[in-house]
């Protein structure tokens, strides 16, 4: 890129637009440089974005000092733990889209030579991949790392046992003084949830994917070594912006599946899949779901990480980090090698990941926690499209149940609040998929209260809506056709019974579902103007990734085999 045309040479080139360039403190040096753009996702509303502001910082002076200018701009994030279980929660995956269009128009409209973008809560970290690969400009990500782990009564926890801790008090089992005590301490600080959610499910995907370098988004929050691996993203952007290293060149379907295979292998969350589908789309890479299924049948899960586990991100950062994982994983012959943000391939980056003597969270691949990975892809009479079960914190392989069904996530949460969901039930959430939420909510204010409750082992669920990565127990989500489209989950009626059956990769319900659509008509628009309306119009199905845009790269590819 040094020795052609450069994008910002359109501006610079222009006096009208140096004159307005020098008013922010540009000086000739400045204006001769490539122009970089440093997008953060910034806000104060939540710790998990709390910090990006003062990371941008090292990070622009990372560019600076490798002959970049940077440019710094923000954009939104909308943060799940806080929306979660109430109408904002529509709003997160629909952000995902927001986020990644602000990073394009942004980047194009003033005509930058790379990027870098600081990602924090879950949407910010995919809408970041998508953007990169949309723009197929010089790019990378640092993800702001995780919140360290609160302590109650001698134990590290969560924001997920905040959630169960609502369930538990429903049901009598600690007094509501115990659930004031786990809310004052489960989030000492800034940094995203503390778990293998999707937040950190999503920075090691993007590790994997070759976006960010090995280990940075591994170091916590509020660690003192974060501001210097901004800093090292920086130099390492410049140094891609020198040598033209681009997306097109790092997200490819192995690298795609790399990111399915360590998010499988630790039994990450089940928004992995949703979202690498919108990024192998941006990238005009074919990735049908079902390739996720056999990605997962083939990994074990070897660390021991919450939801379903002991341990949190921090642990596993001190025990070795997404290197001994992916090392552990590479040793069993399930990754692929490939190139990476810093001009390394994975293995060279992974092969020497160092140990710590002694950890219990990450185990060898032929010493697992458990035999596979932790989702599955499921087909069936409910589910033609497809659905995901999620298959953290618990050993069944089926379930079979009388449908109580609730139109929308609140009815099913008083439900379980109110003690009448019952053993054996299969909890039916629907209407909540990406047209008919829309914003396909997350259904983790259920799920954790029924967690609670102590319904983890007897209780099903399903949706056409999200699971949180908090979530554990046998959790059906993502189910497509979701309801709102004509989805078989639309027409059950309570009571019918419904089978889930991982081994045959099978969910079926015992009913005559052709007779009952006879007649049917589609339920009017929930939101008839504004982002909402615009969003519930665009979206495709969850099974190709909920995404609101036809990629300009599989556009290009298929004019040119027309």
Known sequence: MTDKKRPSDAITSQAPARAMLRATGMDDEALARPMVGVVSTWTDVSPCNLHLRTLALPLKDGIREAGGTPVEFNTIAVTDGIAMGTPGMRASLISREVIADSIELAVRGHCLDAVAVLVGCDKTIPAAAMALARLDLPGIILYGGSIHPGRHKGAFITVQEVFEAVGARAAGKIEQSELDEIERVACPGAGACGGQFTAN????????????????????ATDPEKPAAANRCGKLLMDM????IRPSSLITRESIENAATIGAGTAGSTNLVLHLLAIAREAGITMPIDRFDEISTRTPVITDLKPGGRFSAVEMSEAGGTALVARRLMEAGLLSDG?????????????????????EVVRTADNPFKPRGGFAILRGSLAPEGAIVKLAGHDRDSFTGPARIFDGEEAA????????????DVVVIRNEGPKGGPGMREMLA?????????????????????????????????VAPEAATGGPIGLLEEGDPITIDVTNRRLDVEADLAARRIGWKAPPPAVWTGTYAKYARLVSS???????????????????ED
């Open 201 to 220: 499910t999503m920075a090691m995907a993007l590790t994997m994917l070759g976006l960010s370098p090995m280990g940075a988004n591994d170091i916590p």
């Open 241 to 244: 912006v020198n040598k033209d």
């Open 339 to 359: 190139p990476t943000v810093s001009g390394k391939n994975l293995f060279a980056e992974i092969e020497k990941a160092p140990e710590t003597q002694g950890q």
């Open 413 to 424: 949460f008083q439900a379980v609040q109110d003690g009448k969901i019952k053993a054996g």
């Open 446 to 478: 259920v799920t954790a209260a029924i967690q609670g409750q102590g319904l983890g082992n007897d209780v099903a669920l399903i949706t056409d809506g999200r699971f949180s990565g908090a979530t554990h127990g046998f959790m059906v989500g993502h």
């Open 542 to 560: 969850a099974s190709e990734g909920a995404v609101t845009a036809f990629p300009y790269s599989a556009m290009q590819m298929q004019t040119q």
